[in-house]
């Protein structure tokens, strides 16, 4: 296992991140997963032997039961607070009052609180805005999120789900205002999705953001069960979540290059999908989430899988994105200014 560094930080953070949306099984996140606490216990203690130091969860997973199973497995397995980096979201609907969503002063402090109970700690280690609010000024967020930080409460702020103008525009008022700034970035990126590479990436390397994926296997598209001719397995995440959205025409030619190098490799098709995003500079930690134990262990198996230029360049060839404006005149213009 690997250490990145979180973004321009000194904080070292496990290249796998053991995501917990299977946790709980409450509201929608039971189309998702419904691990109880022994399975949550066997997952984490099987992460943290395999060196995973990362774990991310939210408040809106299982309606807060995923935080309470994933702090009382820490608690449960006598892991140091201090050896794992815990990392939590905020701004989800957790209530039906009209203050019980977004990214409020109000809704924050709130909610901080019931995180921290829940979890069993007095801090989170990276907490995260979990989309954008377009009725709370970003400056109300910012200040919030700096106050927690400076509480102690908090010790990184992270976002996510949120495009390149709304990240650049946040950086940029704690930069000339000098209050916390965003460290990572939280975002879907998958070799059958690379929608990420048009603004974000640019931007996360240009201001040296992290960046945490989610969904590497692209809802279980990615996983080796689905092929043109088995498109749903029963039972199976899209056959009762079909999200996020996958182009599945390309996605199974991205799938027929992986699988033969998959079998000349003998590791699985989700295995090769991980290694990918793995070799991507951009890429601090790939979040791991699993239903079933045998799912987790193929996945943390993904970190000794190594892939030579030409395979990359194979990978890379049947999955990059079709030129879009303004990349592909900038590509065209850059060649005379080339160090």
Sequence with gaps: MKYNLLGNTGLKVSELCLGTMTYGGKGWAAAIGSLDQQAVDEQVKRAVEAGINFIDTANVYSEGLSEELTGQAIHNLGLSRHDIVLATKVRGKMGEGPNDAGLTRKHIFQQVEDSLRRLKTDYIDLYQTHSYDPLT???????????????????????????AWQLMKALSYSIYNHVEKYVSLQAYYTIAGRDLEREL???????????????????GFLSGKYTRENETEEGARRANFDFPPVDKEKGFDIVDALRPLAEAKGVSVAQTALAWLLHQPVVTSVIIGAKKMEQLEDNLKAVDVQFSPEELQQLDDVSKLSPEYPGWMLDFTKGDRQA
């Design 137 to 163: 000024p970003l400056e109300e967020t910012l200040r919030a999120l700096d106050d927690l930080v400076r509480s102690g409460k908090v010790r990184y702020i992270g976002a996510s789900n949120v495009a």
């Design 201 to 219: 990436v640019p931007l996360l390397q240009d201001q040296k953001v992290g960046l945490m994926v989610w969904s590497p296997l692209a809802g």
